[in-house]
């Protein structure tokens, strides 16, 4: 077994500074949600609201953060990115822990393996054994050690369930062409690359893009109390890299390289300022908003490729749920669906939470991005589709029958 990954690096005082920066930020963007009353429709809204029970110890959790942003708070702050996944890195150790027994939060145990939950062998095997099989090493990005970041270390990678969950997406990209493409087209462009992730999360699957592709702009639209995480975690991740949290989208140049933190509650003047776009990505979240909301998100990035060449006009990369009840939250995908030429790639990365779909305003953009995929070796495509145990039903019904019994037919294998 692999040594654990401890809570034990510790932020320097310059790197504290700069994550009360972070915090001052999203208090400052709070207040100003609070006292103007146009700003009232960007409150966190479906799973999201203070009156859902996920929700309501989010908003207590960014309540306490924002009154105690003390060193040791900040100091394992990834401890506490459970709700952008839905599971904790420690058991027992959750927001509502946090808030109940502040003490036991300063006390963590740093060597425990017993007290892991969610970081285990599961996650290592699947890097393992899938991860690093389908990715090329130049994919591969070591994890900052940063935050409280806790795991099992595999060659440079802290595996746990939520950087496995940000592997899979990577995976995914690659394999539905999108990664091949992009170099492809920063290298034909001379130019770095532009993204647009609508809900970053702790900022992930951004610091991976950053460290893999040429990369000059990355804007993060967000909910403030998710970009307190983001710009902290980005901020001390990326330490080379422009950072800068957008307080007036009217007077910020957005054509300067650089990371952007931009509030939601600015999202439409962001998107007249906002020139050129070569991806956009959202990833379980969509799914998790009102209509009105995904409709304003799809519209918008839909001007924003409008500015870049007809020939070349970008794509969206989401990963959600299909929410056809809309009980909480919304079909984002029949949404995306009217608005662009869709598409659902078949993979062979299991999509354990929700499925991809790749989006465009035209066919052509599409079709390149099928030319981009690489060739699968059989072998994996045998040991993907034997459909292990984790895979979530929604992803195990994409898997044909008939394929996967003559898999199990030639590997002499019992039936499922």
Not at 84 to 108: E, M, V
Not at 129 to 152: D, K, M, S
Not at 218 to 246: H, M, N, Q, T
Not at 377 to 406: F, Q, V
Request: aromatic share 10%; charged share 25%.
């Amino acid at each position: 077994m692999r040594p654990a990954i401890n809570p034990d690096w510790n932020i320097s005082e310059a790197q504290y500074k700069r994550a009360l920066e972070c915090v001052r930020f999203a208090d400052s963007l709070l207040r100003l949600r609070g006292k103007d009353a146009s700003y009232g429709g960007c409150a966190p809204a479906g799973t999201w609201d203070r009156e859902h029970t996920r929700g309501s110890e989010w908003v207590r959790f960014n309540d306490f953060i924002l009154k105690n942003p003390d060193y040791d708070v900040i100091n394992k702050l990834r401890l506490f990115a459970g709700v952008f996944t839905g599971q904790d890195l420690l058991k027992d150790f959750t927001l509502k822990g946090l808030l109940s027994d502040r003490k036991k939060f300063l006390n963590a145990p740093n060597e425990s393996l017993a007290a892991i939950s969610h970081v285990g062998v599961e996650q290592l095997e699947r890097y393992e054994g899938w991860i690093r099989a389908i990715l090329p090493e130049e994919y591969l990005v070591e994890t900052p050690n940063i935050l409280g970041e806790l795991g099992f270390l595999s060659r440079g990678v802290i595996c746990n369930f939520h950087t496995l969950s940000y592997f899979e997406r990577m995976a995914i990209l690659y394999e539905c062409g999108a990664l091949s493409h992009l170099k492809e087209r920063s290298s034909e462009l001379k130019r770095g690359l532009s993204f647009l992730e609508v809900g970053a999360g702790y900022g992930f699957l951004a610091y991976m893009l950053e460290r893999t592709l040429p990369t000059d702009r990355y804007f993060i639209i967000d909910i403030p109390e998710s970009l307190l995480f983001s710009s902290i975690y980005l901020g001390l991740a990326l330490p080379e890299k422009r950072i800068v949290l957008v307080d007036d989208a009217e007077k910020t140049d957005f054509d300067a390289p650089g990371v952007y933190f931009i509030p939601n509650m600015f999202w439409e003047t962001a998107v007249g300022r906002i020139r050129g776009l070569d991806a956009a990505i959202n990833t379980l979240s969509f799914h998790e908003m009102l209509r009105g909301t995904v409709e304003s998100y799809a519209d918008g990035i839909k001007t924003i490729f409008a500015s870049n060449p007809a020939s070349s006009p970008g794509f969206l990369f989401e990963q959600n749920f299909e929410n056809a009840e809309e009980e909480v939250g919304c079909n984002a995908k029949k949404i995306l669906r009217s608005k662009f030429f869709s598409e659902a790639p078949s993979v062979y990365t299991a999509q354990t939470r929700g499925y991809a779909e790749l989006h465009a305003p035209d066919r052509n953009t599409l079709e390149l991005l099928r030319r981009s995929r690489p060739e699968i070796p059989l072998g994996l495509k045998l040991r993907s589709r034997l459909a292990p145990s984790y895979l979530m039903a929604e992803t195990r019904k994409r898997i044909p029958k008939k394929l996967k019994r003559a898999v199990r037919r030639v590997l002499n294998l019992p039936a499922a």
